[in-house]
């Protein structure tokens, strides 16, 4: 366990996420690639912090803001599901081809 | 800090753990099963959270998670076409590039991680995480924590007003008709309803969407 293998880790696991958002036609399977991404991202923020900031709190404090944006993130993507499936019955992306009802 | 061969093999286990299951939420046929696959990836970094000996985000990790993946669970029953699996499907476009894109994100960041020279400043063996992390979040950095705090808050309201039936411009589903059983297909579920609102309100259940 060292920077190194966790960096990779975290590059695999937002290469992997990268890989599902672009390839999922379901806005949910799509939210969950970005959620992965933001996995990967906060493995990292942690592997820093413990590895090469010398343990500065502010690494921990990153990790939570990423915490934050992930939830925030689910809350306003299930939100914005729900609207867009009751204006035009859609839950894939290529269903819709323009934004504007 | 200087890891012991347990937590080495503890860090294999869950990187493992992390990366497959990571990988199968796109690859399971069951969109529930994919968001536990979620799951448990998340609940592996969190585990490796808590080997770097980030104790509080690891735990919070797997509370945060848990709650996070069954309203997820909840939202694929409720608008998936195969919510549980019965079916075998794969709902997937322009998979290639997306290969490619999601190969080369990983060869350019470990690319980063191998090649780049990154400062070694482990943690010191008397640090307490859990405290310095509380000192910081009261302390310095309560803008930081207070701004997440009152974002959230906008959060909340703005999915509440997104979400609502009763739109400022009248009922956020008028003019919309169940959805097909099929694709393209006759609407499935309340037509009795739909045919007295029809009467009723001067017939706003026209738009079919092709």
Avoid at chain 1, 44 to 56: E, T
Avoid at chain 2, 8 to 23: E, Q
Avoid at chain 2, 100 to 111: E, I, M, T, Y
Wanted: hydrophobic share 55%; aromatic share 8%.
């Amino acid at each position: 366990m060292t920077l190194t293998t966790l960096l990779v880790l975290a590059a695999a696991l937002i290469g992997i996420g990268f890989y599902g958002a672009l390839s999922q036609q379901s806005f949910v399977m799509l939210m969950m690639g970005l959620e992965l991404m933001l996995n990967g991202a906060m493995l990292a923020a942690v592997a820093f912090w413990a590895y090469s900031g010398a343990g500065a709190p502010e690494g921990q404090l990153l990790t939570i803001v990423i915490m934050a944006v992930m939830a925030i993130e689910m809350a306003l993507g299930f939100a914005l599901v729900v609207a867009v499936f009751r204006a035009k019955q859609a839950d894939t992306t290529e269903a819709l081809s323009e934004l504007k009802q | 800090m200087t890891p012991s061969l347990a937590t080495h093999i503890a860090f294999v286990v869950l990187a493992a753990l992390a990366v497959l299951s990571g990988w199968r939420v796109f690859c399971t046929d069951s969109m529930v099963r994919a968001s536990f696959f979620l799951l448990l990836s998340f609940i592996a970094v969190g585990g490796i959270m808590i080997l770097l000996t980030a104790e509080y985000l690891g735990v919070a990790m797997f509370f945060m998670m848990a709650v996070e993946m069954m309203v997820m669970a909840l939202f694929m029953v409720m608008f998936m076409m195969n919510p549980a699996g019965l079916n075998p499907m794969k709902m997937v476009h322009q998979e290639r590039v997306a290969i490619v894109a999601g190969v080369a994100v990983f060869g350019v960041l470990s690319a980063v991680a191998v090649l780049g020279d990154f400062p070694d400043m482990p943690l010191p063996a008397e640090h307490a995480p859990v405290i310095s992390l509380g000192r910081e979040l009261l302390g310095d950095s309560m803008l930081v924590f207070e701004t997440a705090g009152v974002v959230l808050l906008t959060t909340m309201v703005g999915v509440v007003v997104l979400s609502s039936r009763r739109g400022r411009y009248g009922r956020a589903d008028e003019g919309s008709v169940p959805p097909g059983l099929e694709p393209g297909g006759e609407p499935a579920g309340r037509p009795k309803e739909s045919e007295e609102e029809k009467g009723e309100e001067g017939g706003h259940a026209h738009q079919h969407h092709h």
